[in-house]
T-cell receptor, first 113, second 117 residues
Framework: GENVEQHPSTLSVQEGDSAVIKCTYS??????FPWYKQELGKRPQLIID?????GEKKDQRIAVTLNKTAKHFSLHITETQPEDSAVYFC????????????FGQGTRLTINP | DADVTQTPRNRITKTGKRIMLECSQT?????MYWYRQDPGLGLQLIYY???????NKGEISDGYSVSRQAQAKFSLSLESAIPNQTALYFC????????????????FGDGTRLSIL
């Protein structure tokens, strides 16, 4: 079955610096890769997603890149701010079968002022 | 605003008790999901339903059951709760999309924190 590995599990960066979180997936048939942000005590919220026919997508300070050959995708946050502190989850969906989302283990990002 | 609502938000109960967690949505989505979140393990899929007559097991369905009472309601039951089912439980929904293979984002409820003593 599908497996998604996410690294690092914790990440601490200075305010204004960039943060990068990486995920690898096992099933080459996966075609959809969303990223969720979960603030403390709150629900996961979709922040950006990318489909397998696109290599990169940007939305203001966040971007996601996808390398289908290597089966990995990354979240990039530039000019980090204190409100970016949260747990971030990547996920991957298979194109066949049940089309379930499989989530990574999460990255706790802390922005230091 | 259309939303996904989970009840209760918190529940403490004893080993062996039957528990039901409820989820209702006003988004008009056909697809509903139940996830379990444990520290360091991300979100694990328990059950999912693509429409009222469709129920499917996820990665960790043992010890759980579900009921899709209507398009807008999807409940999760623990028939005989055990301490290792202590976790944060999330319900999520997504639209079907233009085709069975189209990708639509999932929208989560606020979660139910369940503690089993």
């Amino acid at each position: 079955g599908e497996n998604v590995e996410q690294h690092p599990s914790t990440l601490s960066v200075q305010e204004g610096d960039s943060a990068v979180i990486k995920c690898t997936y096992s099933d080459s048939a996966s075609n959809y890769f969303p990223w969720y942000k979960q603030e403390l005590g709150k629900r996961p919220q979709l922040i950006i997603d990318i489909r397998s026919n696109v290599g990169e997508k940007k939305d203001q300070r966040i971007a996601v890149t996808l390398n289908k050959t290597a089966k990995h995708f990354s979240l990039h946050i530039t000019e980090t701010q204190p409100e970016d502190s949260a747990v971030y989850f990547c996920a991957a969906r298979m194109i066949q079968g049940a089309q379930k989302l499989v989530f990574g283990q999460g990255t706790r990002l802390t922005i230091n002022p | 605003d259309a939303d996904v609502t989970q009840t209760p938000r918190n529940r403490i109960t004893k080993t062996g008790k039957r528990i039901m967690l409820e989820c209702s949505q006003t988004k008009g989505h056909d697809r509903m999901y139940w996830y379990r979140q444990d520290p360091g393990l991300g979100l694990q899929l328990i059950y999912y339903s693509f429409d009222v007559k469709d129920i499917n097991k996820g990665e960790i369905s043992d010890g759980y059951s579900v009921s899709r009472q209507a398009q807008a309601k999807f409940s999760l039951s623990l028939e005989s709760a055990i301490p290792n089912q202590t976790a944060l439980y999330f319900c999520a929904t997504s639209p079907t999309g233009a085709s069975p293979y189209s990708n639509q984002p999932q929208h989560f409820g606020d979660g139910t924190r369940l503690s089993i003593l």
